[in-house]
């Protein structure tokens, strides 16, 4: 069985542009959450999306925003790239909710 | 003040020691504990998930959770060298919710 995936693996940008990061959970699986994971820390909750809703959104500013598709797939987005964007981009899907998230291999971002 | 504390290490132990690990955290509300295990540029893998005091036993994990002291543990059992990775406690105050809070992480290393 394909566990999450996410696209791409890697991805080097320059500073003040935007990335588009995509994320497909596990069959079945409704919701999808967001987190960053900055080197050397544990992941920051970014969002969660449940049947196309934002069910929650963490600390993040206004340049990070997501969408859920009706296949359940999800993308982040993120405008005007700064260097501290810089880190390992992770998705998780979970049946309906968040007691046993599984987490994909992450995207890992490099802003120049 | 973070919300879950965990010591960075890294902790290293000879193979078939036991490994401990530890995360105490502020936020009383908290009610489901995660454990979870990250090698290096991978997603993290649930190890263990638990709900309020007590301890779980799977194969060589076991997991304990004390609220009254903010306080749980992960003991490794016989541990290997292919339990070299990173542990990540985690927790959340709605399993119905995304968000789960992480601790910095532990890196363990064990040497044959």
């Known amino acids: 069985d394909a566990g999450v995936t996410q696209s791409p693996t890697h991805l080097i940008k320059t500073r003040g542009q935007h990335v588009t990061l995509r994320c497909s959970p596990i069959s079945g699986h409704k919701s999808v959450s967001w987190y960053q994971q900055v080197l050397g820390q544990g992941p920051q909750f970014i969002f969660q999306y449940y049947e196309k809703e934002e069910r929650g959104r963490g600390n993040f500013p206004d340049r990070f925003s997501a969408r859920q598709f009706p296949n359940y797939s999800s993308e982040l987005n993120v405008n005007a790239l700064l260097l501290g964007d810089s880190a390992l981009y992770l998705c998780a899907s979970s049946l309906s909710g968040g007691e046993t998230q599984y987490f994909g291999p992450g995207t890992r971002l490099l802003v120049l | 003040q973070k919300e879950v504390e965990q010591d960075p290490g890294p902790l290293s132990v000879p193979e078939g020691a036991i490994v401990s690990l530890n995360c105490t955290y502020s936020?009383?509300?908290?009610?489901?504990f995660m454990w979870y295990r990250q090698y290096s540029r991978k997603g993290p893998e649930l190890l263990m998930y638990?709900?309020?005091?007590g301890n779980k036993e799977d194969g060589r994990f076991t997991a304990q959770v004390d609220k009254s002291s903010k306080y749980i543990s992960l003991f490794i059992r016989d541990s290997q060298p292919s339990d070299s990775a990173t542990y990540l406690c985690?927790?959340?105050?709605?399993?119905?919710?995304?968000?789960?809070?992480f601790g910095a992480g532990t890196q363990v290393v064990v040497t044959p």
């Open positions: 936020n009383s509300a908290f009610q489901y």
């Open positions: 985690a927790m959340s105050v709605n399993p119905s919710w995304g968000k789960l809070q």
């Open positions: 638990t709900y309020s005091s």
